[in-house]
Nanobody
């Protein structure tokens, strides 16, 4: 069992930055791939970024590429999502999710919400124009 807790959300003006954290407990965290997803009111859950357990491989949605950076510190059992140049359309509830890592391509396997076994409760990000 893996427990995930997100933090770092809040209200920020367009062009600003936020760093989200996803703190994990329960198992050897470095064995788990982690993804960030977001969901805006009335919209489907959307993939944002993913990172393998080693931290070597990452993948981003086109909508955030070049603005967001996913990273992890396995010694602290934490994954981060640094969000820069935020836009109003980034407003959503952001959740992290974890799954025991496999060798499947990150660009296909880890972008699907159903891939993941464990989810956090989410943290709200609101970007004002």
């Amino acid at each position: 069992q893996v427990q995930l807790v997100e933090s770092g959300g809040g209200l920020v003006q367009a062009g600003g930055s936020l760093r989200l954290s996803c703190a994990a407990s329960g198992r050897t965290f470095s064995n788990y791939a982690v993804g960030w997803f977001r969901q805006a009111p009335g919209k489907e859950r959307e993939f944002v970024a993913a990172i393998r357990g080693s931290g070597v491989s990452t993948y981003y949605a086109d909508s955030v590429k070049g603005r967001f950076t996913i990273s992890r510190d396995n010694a602290k059992n934490t994954v981060y999502l640094q969000m820069n140049s935020l836009k109003p359309e980034d407003t959503a509830d952001y959740s992290c999710a974890a799954v025991l890592g496999v060798t499947s391509p990150i660009s296909t396997y880890y972008i699907r919400p159903r891939t993941y076994d464990y989810w956090g409760q989410g943290t709200q990000v609101t970007v004002s124009s």
